[in-house]
């Protein structure tokens, strides 16, 4: 069975990504004949709907199957968390030849792709992405960690799957605001790098989407993690929306969720790019119109000087210019001389913060 994408990675053989592909058919593909223990990680929800068929499909596969789950949800993405199940595997007896079957959304794919990079100092995992978003943006690209107190995914590292399945077909039963924040990413990719992928979004109904627009979506995070796999300078076009996003999440105690948060970023970094390098008024208007297709709300009241106070505290912030990946127009990106990313002055953040949320 031939994979719909292929990831080159620069230690090794590229990882097959399969979409839509049934798991009981994924996972013999796969398979590799040394992994003589299987070890399942998902969260409480994805474990409750998922676990059994994919032991059984692993029962075949593997002399030992050890299924194992953790709470759903970002706050449970601890080192506690990865604590835990690092303690079951090694009470188990769970051994280097093992494999991590990583099922689930981006929480899941993180943190057992952080187990299994640590794990006895590294051990194969393939991820099962569950969710929209997962399978767009978390379950390519080798990034794996966990959040701290301090900040999101502070700890972490780079260690990349051996394969990939976009489970598209397990979209049907995710909360339909969850396939929303999927979708707000999907949008991202489109603006930096497919514009025939937002033609697509405007034109698909608002249910999950077809696995035409997951294929082309994870195929702009391929694109750009094959260039560049440890984030060296291509990879920071990903975070466009995100300098204002993630100011957004810090700035109201991580009260408004991610997908939202970014959704509303790549507004006001999008009115930026227009005052920055001209993007022109028609291709801001259509990120407006498809970003309000997908209903997020506005985030509560947040005054912009909240979200400067965040900036100014950042170690990044340089003589109060904040870094932001620009678009010039729909599907190129700006600065490439500068590592893909513009010093903004925060006046000027400002005007495009006060000009959307006027
Ligand atoms: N590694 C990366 O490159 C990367 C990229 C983007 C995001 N992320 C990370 O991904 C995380 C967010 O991912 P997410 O939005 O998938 O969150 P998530 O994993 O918490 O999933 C969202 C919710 O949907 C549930 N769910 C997942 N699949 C389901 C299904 N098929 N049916 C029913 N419920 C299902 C989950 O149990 C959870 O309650 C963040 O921690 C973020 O940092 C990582």
Redesign the pocket.
């Known amino acids: 069975m031939k994979p719909s994408l292929e990831v080159p990675v620069s230690e090794g053989s590229p990882y097959p990504v399969y979409c839509g592909t049934a798991i009981e058919q994924f996972l013999p593909t796969v398979w590799d004949r040394d992994w003589r223990q299987a070890v399942i990680i998902g969260?409480s929800?994805?474990s409750a709907?998922l676990g059994a068929s994919v032991a059984r499909s692993l029962g075949r596969l593997a002399d030992s199957v050890l299924t194992l789950s953790f709470s759903?949800?970002?706050q449970n993405?601890t080192r506690q968390t990865k604590e835990a199940l690092e303690d079951a595997m090694l009470q188990a007896g769970v051994e280097r030849g093992c494999c991590v079957v990583a099922v689930?959304?981006?929480?899941?794919?993180?943190l057992a792709g952080f187990v299994a990079a640590t794990y006895l100092r590294g051990v194969a995992h393939i991820h099962i992405a569950?969710?929209l978003?997962?399978q767009v943006?978390?379950a390519i690209?080798g990034?794996?960690g966990v959040n701290t107190p301090c900040g999101?995914?502070l700890i972490g590292a780079f260690h990349n799957p051996r394969a990939v399945l976009l489970a598209t077909q397990?979209?049907s039963?995710?909360?339909e605001v969850?396939l929303r924040?999927?979708m707000a990413e999907c949008v991202k990719h489109a603006v930096v790098g497919s514009p025939p992928l937002l033609d697509a979004i405007e034109s698909c109904p608002p249910d999950p989407p077809s696995d035409s627009i997951v294929l082309q979506s994870a195929r702009v995070k391929v694109a750009v993690v094959a260039r560049d796999e440890r984030e060296q300078g291509l990879r920071r076009v990903l975070n466009f929306g995100h300098t204002v996003g993630h100011a957004i999440e810090a700035a109201t105690g991580y009260l408004v969720p991610?997908?939202q948060a970014v959704a509303w970023g790549m507004l006001v970094e999008a009115t930026l790019a227009r005052e920055r390098f001209g993007m022109p008024e028609t291709d801001l208007e259509r990120i407006r119109a498809v970003i309000g297709r997908l209903g997020l709300r506005r985030p509560a009241p947040c005054p912009f000087d909240r979200l400067s106070d965040h900036w100014l505290k950042d170690k990044k912030t340089q003589q109060g210019q904040v870094h932001c990946s620009l678009p010039c127009r729909i599907g190129v990106m700006a600065d490439q001389a500068n590592g893909w990313r513009t010093p903004v002055r925060m006046q000027m953040l400002r005007r495009a913060w006060e000009d959307v949320f006027k």
């Open positions: 969260d929800k994805t709907l759903a949800g970002e993405k689930g959304g981006g929480v899941a794919l993180d569950t969710s978003l997962g943006d978390a690209g990034k794996t999101k995914n397990c979209l039963t995710l909360p969850e924040y999927g991610h997908g």
